[in-house]
């Protein structure tokens, strides 16, 4: 064993390497007691000039100087890693051929080894103290500070230059380091490292003096193959616990969506009511606008002629806008279908990802919390109709970067990434990001009272990290929150109705699409079948209530515990009725009804935040149980864990037949019809109830407008939001017609308000498609224009050219 071995990869350094050596030699050997036994590898990478040459001759004259040769260029990497594993020094230092880095430094990386008790100290470029004495081009200078920046983020955060050519290692963890990596090229510094910091062994960064010398063998593209290879080390790292993981998550939403998976033509998702005609619509109408160079914030497609303000419509541009080639080129169904599947996937693999990380330690036990929290009831109930419900991929990241924010270690880059973060959620969903930093306020603030002195060292970063976020985001969305709430067809709230409240009972019963569910109780429950948004079961109250009480005296516990029940207080809307009496009492959520944004919150929906809670406490008893050295603990407990999930396994989404497009429409003969500017009018108008209409828009590539249709718009002087187009006469009429079956006599009064109406929708066609009471709405259209409709392409027409 020597005291040191310098390491030195070469290739094509004919020039540089006897002055490289004999520099090193003079260094040695000018303080033997504090060096003691050295020896020099050089390791020929395959050099096509003389270097093998000079190496032997150096070592002729100098017997500490080792020489290894290899037939071929392999990489710096591999160059690396034979001379390392070749060494037998308890120090090891790797030095480039061109000592860009003078070896004088190995003083200084020595004494910070030893006084930091570090395992490796590293020549840092960009240190504070650093000396740049020459500097390189400005392109390769970009490109290493940018490639700098990605390693940190991706790979070995906190070290801020991986790539000097000048590092000290204690040998026998450098040995074992380098006889574990794979990689060839440039990017072994960053592998080296990341298997340095995944040990736990320190890594101290040291100023050096540095000067750019020609003829380096670093050219443009190595910083491309060096982020390559850097992937391939991602890869390398993931888990098979976490490739499983994942592909039961997929597997898991495959199956809930094989129906609608099935037959993409006519599958329509049974409790989906009218949502996913209008989701596909808003896809198809974002694509249609980003190809035609349209505003995407607006559109007058529906709603003809006041049109739709999509920003404040759920359209998820974050989502519909990146996915615009999908619905080109395979349709909207097809989005609609992914969306929904890889969504909820998506949202499972992250938090789990988010559980592993900051909850336990136990991968299953993760994965466990993490299937409560994205299968949980309510979110399959969502996941009917609702994407920017069941798309909760972000909520994690988000809180992830507010927990680095209390840490205090890099704040400005932590606010700068979760404003960004918290702009692209936007994009995707604003209530449930509304509802998601509800939950977080209840967690900061129980968790404040469950442990003080945290909170106190917490909260300076936080607020400072919150700033730099709001600096971020705000430009960012200023405009398209703008247009939501000031352009074009925006409103200020949206009326859900006195009892949009979870009643007490729906934590207890099971939803309708869990495995013990049953749709009529939960029908009673429930606002509609998309909006279950409770519905835990009791077997999973029982469990949640013992784990809080055997893991009480966890902060952690304490705080989730009062997120959990504040969520499900306030869910419970502004006023609640005491199960099986007629008492009444006031709801902690009428301190928030009327405030703003708040006010077109359906109230229910906040109980959504107890799916992570439950799933969180849930990972937590499974960690617990898994490291239990009791077999007859751990197996009573997994059973108890099972017994209350068990119950509320989603089962499939059932689909229906959807009704098809009328060959009138499908197949362009509408085209003759239409001059340019008009529209055509179903009979009845799409309203929430009934929306086909919006399916024969996308069916026929926005060929037409349509009054009337699916959104949320404005009613009244005080512009109050409410589900579809402002009520005309012609459509209230039209409607009614629908669903009563019954034809009201028609006079010069209907006729001349259908006429102000049409003029209005500036209307070129009625089309009245098969249908429930189509007899009586033929009727009634027929007494409306004075004359009977003609039956073309499987559907009865009124061309308006010819009443005009």
């Known amino acids: 064993m020597t005291d040191l071995s310098v390491v030195i990869p070469a290739y094509n350094e004919e020039a540089r390497l006897r002055p490289t050596l004999e520099a090193i030699r003079a260094h040695l050997t000018a303080d033997p007691g504090r060096w003691g036994d050295w020896e020099v590898i050089v390791v020929d990478d395959g050099s096509t000039d003389d270097t093998a040459r000079v190496a032997r001759e150096c070592a002729a004259e100098e017997p500490r100087i080792h020489v290894l040769t290899g037939p071929a260029n392999r990489g710096k990497g591999h160059a690396l890693r034979r001379g390392v594993l070749a060494s037998y020094g308890r120090r090891v230092l790797l030095t480039d051929a061109d000592l860009a880095t003078p070896i004088d430094l190995l003083d200084r990386l020595d004494k910070e080894l030893t006084a930091e008790g570090a395992a490796a100290a590293i020549g840092s470029r960009a240190h504070p103290e650093s000396r740049i004495e020459v500097h390189q081009r400005p392109l390769r200078e970009w490109l290493g500070r940018l490639g700098n920046r990605l390693i940190r983020a991706v790979a070995v955060p906190g070290v801020r230059d991986t790539q000097c050519g000048f590092k000290l290692f204690e040998g026998d963890r450098a040995r074992e380091a380098f006889a574990d990596a794979r990689l060839d090229g440039w990017g072994i510094d960053v592998e080296i490292l990341r298997f340095f910091r995944q040990a736990g062994w320190a890594v101290t960064e040291v100023p050096v003096r ?407 406490l849930v990972a937590l008893a499974v960690d617990r149980l898994a490291a239990s050295r009791s077999r007859a603990n751990r197996a009573v407990g997994l059973a108890a864990v099972t017994l209350a999930l068990v119950p509320i396994l989603p089962t499939p989404y059932p689909v229906r037949e959807r009704a098809p497009v009328p060959g009138f429409l499908a197949y362009g003969t509408y085209q003759r019809y239409l001059e340019p500017g008009q529209s055509v009018v179903p009979v009845p108008l799409p309203d929430p109830g009934s929306a086909d209409a919006l399916h024969w828009q996308t069916r026929t590539g926005f060929g037409f407008a349509v009054p009337g249709g699916y959104f949320n718009g404005p009613y009244g002087p005080e512009r109050t939001g409410i589900y579809g187009a402002a009520p005309r006469h012609t459509s209230d009429l039209l409607r009614e017609v629908r669903w009563s079956g019954r034809v009201p006599e028609i006079g010069p009064e209907w006729r001349a308000r259908a006429r102000a109406d049409l003029e209005y929708w500036r209307a070129g066609l009625v089309v009245l498609p098969g249908q429930d009471n189509e007899a009586a709405l033929y009727e009634t259209v027929s007494k409306l224009l004075g004359r009977p409709g003609e039956r073309i392409g499987g559907a009865w027409v009124w061309d308006l050219h010819r009443t005009r």
């Open 210 to 616: 540095w000067s750019h010398q020609e003829g380096s063998k670093v050219g443009p593209l190595d910083y491309a193959r060096v982020l390559v290879e850097i992937a391939r080390l991602r890869a390398r790292a993931v888990r098979r616990a976490d490739v499983a993981v994942v592909a039961l998550f997929v597997l898991a939403s495959v199956l809930l969506y094989r129906g609608l998976w099935a037959d993409l033509d006519r599958a329509y998702l049974a409790d989906a009511g009218q949502d996913q005609n209008q989701w596909e619509w808003f896809f198809a109408v974002t694509a249609d606008n980003v190809t035609h160079l349209r505003n995407p914030l607006f559109t007058t497609v529906q709603n003809h002629p006041d049109g739709v303000n999509l920003m404040a419509n759920t359209v998820m541009l974050g989502l519909s806008v990146p996915l615009t080639p999908v619905t080109l080129a395979l349709g909207p169904t097809v989005t609609w279908a992914l969306v929904l599947t890889l969504g909820l996937a998506a949202t499972a693999c992250s938090w789990y990802w988010l559980f592993a990380r900051r909850v336990v330690r136990h991968r299953w036990a993760a994965c466990a919390g993490a299937a409560l929290a994205a299968f949980a009831p309510p979110m399959i109930s969502h996941g009917n109709a609702h994407p920017n419900f069941l798309l909760l991929f972000m909520m994690p990241v988000l809180i992830d970067r507010a927990l680095r924010l209390c840490e205090g270690r890099a704040v400005v880059r932590d606010g700068v990434l979760l404003g960004l973060f918290a702009t692209y959620q936007i994009f995707l969903g604003e209530e449930p990001l509304l509802l998601a930093a509800l939950g977080m306020l209840l967690f900061a603030l129980f968790y404040a009272l469950a442990c003080r002195d945290v909170a106190r060292a917490a909260r300076w970063p936080l607020a400072k990290g919150l700033g730099v976020a709001l600096a971020v985001c705000l430009p960012l969305v200023a405009f398209p929150l703008y247009w939501q709430f000031f352009g074009p067809q925006s409103y200020h709230s949206v009326l859900h109705g006195s009892h949009a409240g979870n009643s007490p009972l729906a934590f207890l019963e099971f939803a309708g699409r869990s495995l013990l569910g049953d749709e009529a109780t939960a029908d009673r429950l429930a606002m509609n079948r998309t909006e279950q948004n409770a519905f835990f079961g009791w077997p999973l109250i029982a469990l949640t209530f013992a784990v809080v009480v055997r893991l009480w005296r966890l902060p952690l516990v304490k705080a989730l515990t009062g997120t959990a029940v504040g969520a499900a207080l306030l869910s419970l809307g502004p006023r609640v009725r005491i199960p099986f009496t007629d008492i009444v009492l006031p709801g902690p959520w009428a301190l928030l009804a009327d405030k703003p944004l708040f006010e077109s919150v359906i109230e229910s929906r906040v109980a959504m935040v107890c799916a992570p809670v439950l799933g969180a």
